[in-house]
T-cell receptor, first 113, second 114 residues
Framework: KQEVTQIPAALSVPEGENLVLNCSFTDSAIYNLQWFRQDPGKGLTSLLLIQSSQREQTSGRLNASLDKSSGRSTLYIAASQPGDSATYLCAVQRTGGGNKLTFGTGTQLKVEL | NAGVMQNPRHLVRRRGQEARLRCSPMKGHSHVYWYRQLPEEGLKFMVYLQKENIIDESGMPKERFSAEFPKEGPSILRIQQVVRGDSAAYFC????????????FGPGTRLTVL
């Protein structure tokens, strides 16, 4: 059974800091991994999707890496801003797993002025 | 191109009533997924549907819950005889026809059972 863990559970940083969020998964037979952000009381916004054959993806100030063999992914946020405050979720889609996403526990990020 | 649409956004039901949650996928998407987020818990998969077919319902409670995605119209998640433990945010996602693709999520329906 796939289990996805994210550390830290919560993080508070001053504006402008670069930061790294971690995601680990127990079953390396994944098809892809997605990073999302969720604002309080809102839905999920897809940030980045990494296919299992890829090592990283970049979008603006965000960079996500994937090391499938070790079961790890990191989301790097450069020059953090207060608007980045949200809960960040990673989710994996298992190969042959019927397309469902297995979500991590989330990292609650607060960027302070 | 409108995103995934869900309605209602908020739904209040008394114990024993029925709840119907609707989801319209993005244009061009024929795969729909339902997830549930219980208070203080993570998102959990419930069911995966294509038009007129349930593909995977391994995450769906065996009783009181059902889902459909008819040939015409939105996908419906139906909860019969709701109990307080059903109070949660229910999210719908959709993806393109070929399945193994990025899933896009709707804003969710927040169900409160009194």
């Amino acid at each position: 059974k796939q289990e996805v863990t994210q550390i830290p559970a919560a993080l508070s940083v001053p504006e402008g800091e670069n930061l790294v969020l971690n995601c680990s998964f127990t079953d390396s037979a994944i098809y892809n991994l997605q990073w999302f952000r969720q604002d309080p009381g809102k839905g999920l916004t897809s940030l980045l999707l990494i296919q299992s054959s890829q090592r990283e993806q970049t979008s603006g100030r965000l960079n996500a890496s994937l090391d499938k063999s070790s079961g790890r992914s990191t989301l790097y946020i450069a020059a953090s801003q207060p608007g980045d405050s949200a809960t960040y979720l990673c989710a994996v889609q298992r190969t042959g797993g019927g397309n469902k996403l297995t979500f991590g526990t989330g990292t609650q990020l607060k960027v302070e002025l | 191109n409108a995103g995934v649409m869900q309605n209602p956004r908020h739904l209040v039901r008394r114990r024993g009533q029925e709840a119907r949650l609707r989801c319209s996928p993005m244009k061009g998407h024929s795969h729909v997924y339902w997830y549930r987020q219980l208070p203080e818990e993570g998102l959990k998969f419930m069911v995966y549907l294509q038009k007129e077919n349930i593909i995977d319902e391994s995450g769906m409670p065996k009783e009181r819950f059902s889902a459909e995605f008819p040939k015409e119209g939105p996908s419906i998640l139906r909860i019969q005889q709701v109990v307080r433990g059903d109070s949660a945010a229910y999210f719908c996602a959709s993806s393109r026809r070929d399945g193994y693709n990025e899933q896009f999520f709707g804003p969710g329906t927040r169900l409160t059972v009194l």
